[in-house]
DNA sequence: TATGAATGAGGATTCATTCAT
DNA sequence: CATGAATGAATCCTCATTCAT
């Protein structure tokens, strides 16, 4: 946790401070980003530095802190607010474009989250074991849906948790490799939406019958 | 590519120093692994690790290459060899289950590939530009597929090859955490499977009236 | 060109700097010059050493740098802008004495530049190709020298420049090696000024005639 | 001095020995010259080095001990036994003119000569304190010039000897870089000479009356 | 609180020389 | 004698952190 000091700062400077964090930690991993460079690129004296934080990490998490409450802002809040009024389907579309758009808009953010993902010791150094999982809350999103009767029940929802965990990293992947994709991101999203809900077998030939 | 001299050296000795690269590349990335400790595991002299290797990223380089070598053993390539005599799933399903092995009896050794993923410029490095990507395979699986007429012809293959990947992935991580899932092996395989092939739609209800 | 750090030091902390890097490279060629040594023969940790230089060849610049400074210091400037009073003779005659002095009453200074001269790779480092010659200076006052009639006009002034630059050098040595000549200065000067005036040809024999 | 070991090999094999070892300190100064570089150039394995040699040094003093009879070959030994036979500028143009084909035509010798030149404390090492110098070898050759009536018989012979050591010098460096004079070789001698002999000055004014 | 210099613990790499076979 | 692997001291350089003002 950053020192008084650091929150005492006039808004400009404190933001420069961030910025500079940001782009550094964008650019490389903790381990080999230079609190040096933070300094130097928020025009801060090196020694200013500690007066602000404990130490590289302790700017890190705050960093980290930061990100995940922006990432929350891209969230409609609103529509999490009144779950219960919205099919599961409907609920996964606008998490997942509202990720997109996250990924789209703050690239450096995203990125920083994702090197964070590859350090394990790192990770739980930064979230302890309250890991505040992204599991946890899609496991609700398909209690709900199960219950709501739009989700074949016989599926298992620790594993489908987690598999929507990993497609939203590949929606922002995608976008971090900057366009291998050429569809526009509602398409994607729509198209992997159509996969999540009916897989890709061909049902045309199997329901031939019908 | 290590020198002459490391593969001069008798077995046990070339091992130990192989297991010591193992152990200090998946604890640490690239750039935090110090060779030191490299040596020291190996029981050899920092010298020593000079006349082997042309730098330390010589030996990442050759680490790599072991284990790419390693889970390619790790593929039945008689089935690979002989695609055309199998279906889409059944292909998959193969794919699956061997990762999934790999990922478990070698989780040192996923543990490194995993992280030369995250560092876009060392990975270039060491496979140059002819990446031979898991998507390619992906796709030319999904063409077969249709052709075939296993899968619906209306899928993006770019797209879901991509997801496709992302999958093995998922599977790699779950191992990765250890055991955070308490399904067994094929059991998880084949739960993945079904939701690829079907998605998770709530199909009873959906075709009640058929 | 040394860092900010390095001007902003107390005179007395940069002095010892510079003398301890003038007796390193004064004993020992650029690449024998240990950091380390000069580190500790200015009392300054070896962290330091780097606030104030980029590394060892930025000191290295910079202190052939201060040698020129102080070289040129040594030269009688007002005699030079106003060359076009003084007669050949006279102009080499201070050029040498000049010279002669730099070297006797700063011979470590002397000992790098020669050392410098004979690392080519590192002496077009250091000057780049504008290498501002004592050659072309020499050229220079031949061209005078013959147009002035001072000197034989059938002369060859390239490969002259070059022998006068050569026994500038020659001086140098003398004093380099410590006195291995008994004579005082200005005899010196005054012996090599009359060989090259009428080289040592038995000249009373030759002209008995006259 | 190489040990026996050395002496017995085949005459091949040691030749190309003192061929690496030239190629190598003709390329680097005795500090940087790389044993490993030698052996590898002459095809021997690292410990037969130090079978030969008991060292760096006991090498480098061996091939300047040779570099100093191959520039003895080069003299006109005919001449110097009988040079009482000779003149002053005789024997110097001779001396000069096989100096400078020396340098042509063995110049890495000669880098390796002049790069020791430069290193006091290992030229001492090498030669020790009967430096047998050039210098003994041009006084006895002017006082012979004066006893004959050929030279000046004021000019300081201690003086002079090492002027024309020096000149010796220049001749070497113009062919060392490499044609930067555009006159054939006898010529640069004979204007060299005719320098000596008559220095500079325009003696046809000084004479005009005569 | 701000500053920026000082520190020193690493860490990679080189290479002469020794050693074991 | 030949071989070539083994050794480890030396050296440059980086950078997080501390300190003095």
Same mark, same amino acid.
């Given at each position: 946790m950053p020192k008084d000091t650091f929150f005492n700062l006039p808004d400009e400077k404190r933001q420069r401070v961030i910025d500079a964090a940001i782009d550094e930690f964008a650019e490389r991993s903790f381990h080999e980003a230079r609190v040096t460079a933070i300094a130097e690129g928020a025009g801060i004296a090196m020694g200013s530095f500690y007066q602000y934080f404990e130490d590289k990490k302790? !700017?890190? $998490?705050? =960093?980290?802190? !930061?990100?995940? $409450?922006?990432?929350?802002?891209?969230? *409609?809040? @609103?529509?999490?607010? *009144?779950m219960q009024?919205?099919?599961?389907?409907?609920?996964? &579309?606008?998490?997942? %474009?509202?990720?997109? &758009?996250? +990924?789209?808009?703050?690239?450096?953010?995203?990125?920083?989250? !994702? %090197?964070?993902? *590859? *350090?394990?010791? !790192?990770?739980?150094?930064?979230?302890? @074991?309250?890991?505040?999982t992204s599991d946890d809350?899609?496991? $609700?999103?398909?209690? $709900?849906? =199960? +219950?709501?009767? @739009?989700?074949?029940?016989?599926? @298992?929802? =620790?594993?489908?948790?987690?598999?929507?965990?990993m497609l939203n990293y590949a929606l922002a992947d995608f976008v971090y490799e900057d366009g291998k994709l050429d569809l526009d991101d509602m398409e994607i999203i729509d198209k992997m939406l159509n996969l999540i809900e009916n897989g890709i077998k061909n049902r045309a030939a199997a329901l031939g019958g019908c």
């Open positions: 302790d !700017l890190f $998490k705050y =960093i980290i802190e !930061l990100i995940v $409450k922006e990432k929350l802002a891209y969230i *409609n809040q @609103d529509m999490m607010a *009144n009024n919205y099919g599961f389907f409907q609920l996964l &579309r606008e998490i997942y %474009s509202r990720g997109l &758009r996250f +990924a789209k808009e703050r690239p450096r953010l995203l990125a920083i989250g !994702l %090197s964070l993902t *590859n *350090n394990e010791a !790192l990770y739980h150094e930064v979230y302890g @074991d309250h890991v505040q809350f899609f496991r $609700k999103l398909l209690a $709900k849906g =199960i +219950a709501d009767g @739009d989700l074949d029940p016989t599926i @298992d929802p =620790i594993l489908v948790a987690r598999l929507l965990t």
